[in-house]
């Protein structure tokens, strides 16, 4: 049974930088397409970022030059590297297996002053 857990979130100023990680279990993830989304209050559920196992990367238009999805050489984590956070970036953050169409439980991301 795959299981993700994400941590990382907190509260950060407008402008500044987080790193939000995803661990999992009963998964390679290096096998595996892997995604961020986000659900800001009151929104839909929003793609952020993927990974593929051959370690290529995408990006939506929201975030592309701010973030970097990547799997550091380890079997079962993947971060999300986030700079010059703005409010709209406040959400809460998901870590996803495309595969099984598993979700973690989230991370809190606040951006505020």
């Known amino acids: 049974q795959v299981r993700l857990v994400e941590s990382g979130g907190e509260l950060v100023q407008p402008g500044g930088s987080l790193t939000l990680a995803c661990t999992g279990a009963?998964?390679?993830?290096?096998?595996?397409?892997m995604a961020w989304y986000r659900q800001a209050p009151g929104k839909e559920r929003e793609w952020v970022a993927s990974i593929t196992g051959d370690s290529s990367t995408s990006y939506s238009g929201s975030v592309k030059g701010r973030c970097t999805i990547s799997r550091p050489n380890r079997n079962n984590i993947m971060t999300l590297q986030m700079d010059n956070l703005k409010p709209e970036d406040t959400a809460v953050y998901y870590c996803v297996d495309t595969a099984s169409s598993t979700w973690g439980q989230g991370t809190q991301v606040t951006v505020s002053s």
């Open positions: 009963g998964i390679i993830f290096s096998r595996r397409t």
